[in-house]
């Protein structure tokens, strides 16, 4: 089993900053892919942004430039720096893994983030 626990989330104005923290621990040894999944009221989740063991990055269009992922170097830990947020940035964030092998992930249980005057 695997267990994310994501901290970071709250309230920012527009232009603001914030920034997320997701930490796994379990029975594992390496995650090959973690990234950061965002739902909006009434939407369907979306892929926010993705890091591979290897350090490759994936990025939704509507955050190329504002947002970065980032991981430690023991690889338990992923971040994403969320700069310039805008008030269509407002969800439920949810830390991601995946482990190729299993062929399966994990989900944290998700924090909020609201961007609002």
């Known amino acids: 089993q695997v267990q994310l626990v994501e901290s970071g989330g709250g309230l920012v104005q527009p232009g603001g900053s914030l920034s997320l923290s997701c930490a796994a621990s379990?029975?594992?040894?390496?995650?090959?892919?973690m990234g950061w999944y965002r739902q909006a009221p009434g939407k369907q989740r979306e892929l926010v942004a993705r890091?591979?063991?290897?350090?490759?990055?994936k990025y939704a269009d509507s955050v190329k430039g504002r947002f970065t992922i980032s991981r430690d170097s023991a690889q338990k830990r992923v971040f994403l720096q969320m700069n310039s947020l805008k008030p269509e940035d407002t969800a439920v964030y949810y830390c991601?893994?995946?482990?190729?092998?299993?062929?399966?992930?994990?989900w944290g249980q998700g924090t909020q983030v609201t961007v609002s005057s």
């Open positions: 890091i591979s063991s290897s350090g490759s990055t």
């Open positions: 379990g029975n594992f040894t390496n995650i090959d892919t």
């Open positions: 991601n893994v995946y482990f190729y092998a299993a062929v399966r992930d994990y």
